[in-house]
């Protein structure tokens, strides 16, 4: 059974900074590309990010290019999102996803976790 597990969201005010991570059980967590989302009410779900299987690529929305920073460390099958400067619109659920084939085509969910970014 795949399980995917976020944490670290809360409520911070502009400028703060948060570290979400998302553990992940289930599946081989090396072999996986990996994402991070997130979803406000009434809006399209947004990929913030992506990282290939092999870290060798990794894609961030413009809005949050040189604010955010994904990681993963395999050995704890472990996928982290820093999250720093962070803006009122970052507010949102954030998921991470899994992508079995490095093709953008996500699998696996979490059940989110809420980041609320106060002015």
């Known amino acids: 059974q795949v399980q995917l597990a976020e944490s670290g969201g809360g409520l911070v005010q502009a400028g703060d900074s948060l570290r979400l991570s998302c553990v992940v059980s289930?599946?081989?967590?090396?072999?996986?590309?990996m994402a991070w989302f997130r979803q406000v009410p009434g809006k399209e779900r947004e990929r913030v990010v992506a990282m290939s299987f092999n870290g060798d690529f990794i894609a961030y929305v413009d809005s949050v290019k040189g604010r955010f920073t994904i990681s993963r460390d395999n050995a704890k099958n472990t996928l982290y999102l820093q999250m720093n400067t962070l803006k009122p619109e970052d507010t949102a659920v954030y998921f991470c996803?899994?992508?079995?084939?490095?093709?953008?085509?996500?699998?696996?969910w979490g059940q989110g976790t809420q980041v609320t970014v106060s002015s």
């Open positions: 996803a899994a992508d079995p084939w490095d093709s953008n085509r996500y699998k696996y």
């Open positions: 289930g599946l081989t967590f090396s072999m996986y590309a």
